[in-house]
């Protein structure tokens, strides 16, 4: 089991350059099955979920593989690719998910056991079948898996999302390049790495528009080619730099992450009296640690734009030592504070019920032993012991790693006193 070692009482100071989103590369990667030419992903962090992706889609019959810092993909005939998943890689992650369309359109057939990924709560896949069996496909549920087979090409259609799930807009969008006619989807998800996945197909031949609204329009059946697209920033990965100088205090500059991407989260540390200096891509994080945080904040998780779910613990850890009392409420995940725990064992005054997590602020945070619960509340516990007294032991269960390539390294890199893997130093305190 990895553990993260972090002293805090430093501030950070320095640059720091997010590395491609996660949530975009993962769904690009599965999307590449549709395409009938060579595609190349630049920038793409050496994350666990990668690396189970490219296993995943050898696994399939689809050649993937890493050269440097770029991900390349190979077109493969029909009649080379097999629709079954294999457990391992179905559990390892959520992202088993976004391979329901490319493998139903391309392989005719696709089995999916059980998408594992961070439990954050009941997480169904009822949207995705559902759109998918609108469009045609026969749907088998068994046990926990679910099989799905097509007898002639899925038909477009006019279809309504009960929610707007980014995982089940993505799928319904790649189903819809595939099926005949022209697609309505109403009640999409208007996330960033939507768009994303928008421009990608775009770029490869798909004629879709309204990416960023909740009503998308797909024509059907043209032919996809391959492309060269670099995914969006990690906006996730920025908020996490942002909270830990808000924690820990300091300077830093987040580059090549436009503010748009998590302006909910920098209005909120703003909020806080954390400083922000907002440019075209480029964002200046400062705050003064002998100055207090202001809290008698409420917030409320919810679908783009409004404040994101994955940045809630983050804001939590911010809280901690506020002075005044704040709520978070997150109404898309019945279990995302399961980190709770670990800043309590900090000394803080914080508390999870259902969706709900209060923080009492006043926190003078002690080093404590903790475990990371999921990726992004293990994150969170990471920006508390930045502001902890003492050396705290996180161990990560592997959750950290499926988003953040480095995160000891990169806090490591802006002065924070982290190391990973028994004691080991990840990086010198290189600043750019
Ligand atoms: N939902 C359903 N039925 C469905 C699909 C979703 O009820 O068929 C519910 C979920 O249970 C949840 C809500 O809808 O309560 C939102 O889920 P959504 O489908 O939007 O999320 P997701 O696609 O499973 C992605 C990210 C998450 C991020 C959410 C919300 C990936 C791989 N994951 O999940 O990221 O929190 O969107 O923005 O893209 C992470 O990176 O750590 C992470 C969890």
């Known amino acids: 089991m990895q553990t993260i070692t972090i ?157 707007p799930s980014v995982g089940a807009t993505m799928t319904l969008l790649m189903a819809a390049c595939c099926a005949m006619g ?8 208007c996330e960033p790495e939507v768009c994303d996945l928008a421009d990608f197909l775009c770029a ?6 309204g990416a960023g609204t909740p009503v998308l329009v797909i024509q059907g059946r043209r032919p996809l080619g391959g492309a060269l697209h670099t995914p969006l ?8 730099y942002a909270a830990a100088v808000a924690a820990a205090g300091g300077r830093i500059t987040v580059q090549g992450c436009a503010p748009q991407y998590y302006r909910a989260f920098l209005d ?37 734009p409004a404040f994101a779910t994955d940045t809630a613990p983050l804001a939590a850890a911010v809280l901690l030592q506020a002075d005044a009392p704040s709520e978070i409420y997150d109404y898309l995940f019945a279990n995302r504070f399961a980190c709770a725990a670990g800043f309590a064992a900090m000394g803080a005054d914080c508390r999870a019920r259902g969706r709900a997590l209060y923080i009492g602020g006043g926190a003078a945070l002690q080093a404590a032993r903790v475990t990371a619960p999921d990726l992004r509340g293990g994150a969170a516990l990471a920006v508390a012991a930045l502001a902890a007294r003492g050396t705290t032991l996180l161990q990560d269960p592997g959750h950290i790693r499926r988003g953040y390539a480095d995160l000891p390294g990169e806090l490591a890199s802006l002065g924070g006193l982290v190391l990973a893997e028994g004691n080991r130093p990840v990086h010198a305190a290189a600043r750019i």
Not at 61 to 84: F, I, N
Not at 204 to 209: D, E, K, Y
Not at 268 to 290: H, K, M, S
């Open 182 to 189: 022209t697609t309505v989807l109403r009640g999409a998800a």
């Open 7 to 163: 002293t805090g009482g430093q501030t950070l100071h320095g640059t720091i350059h997010p590395a491609a989103a996660k949530n975009s590369v993962l769904p690009l990667l599965a999307a590449s099955l549709l395409c009938g030419g060579p595609c190349c992903l630049r920038g793409v962090p050496a994350l666990s979920d990668v690396d189970t992706s490219l296993a995943l889609l050898r696994a399939v019959g689809a050649p993937a593989e890493r050269r440097g810092a770029d991900l390349y993909t190979r077109p493969v005939t029909p009649g080379s690719l097999c629709g079954e998943i294999p457990p391992p890689l179905a559990g390892a992650m959520r992202s088993s998910v976004f391979y329901l369309a490319p493998l139903l359109c391309r392989a005719g057939m696709v089995r999916l056991p059980l998408p594992g990924g961070c439990r954050l709560g009941p997480r169904p896949v009822d949207i995705h079948l559902a759109g998918l069996a609108a469009m045609g496909a026969r749907v088998e549920l068994e046990g926990e898996a679910a099989t799905l087979r097509r007898f002639g090409p899925l038909q477009a259609v006019d279809f309504t999302l009960r929610l």
């Open 233 to 240: 920033p990690d906006r996730i990965a920025a908020a996490t």
């Open 204 to 209: 490869c031949g798909a004629s879709i528009t």
């Open 268 to 304: 909120f540390l703003e909020c806080c009296g954390v400083q922000i200096e907002t440019g075209e891509r480029d964002v200046v994080i400062a705050r003064d640690p002998a100055l207090p945080l202001r809290g008698g904040q409420q917030l409320c998780a919810n679908a783009w």
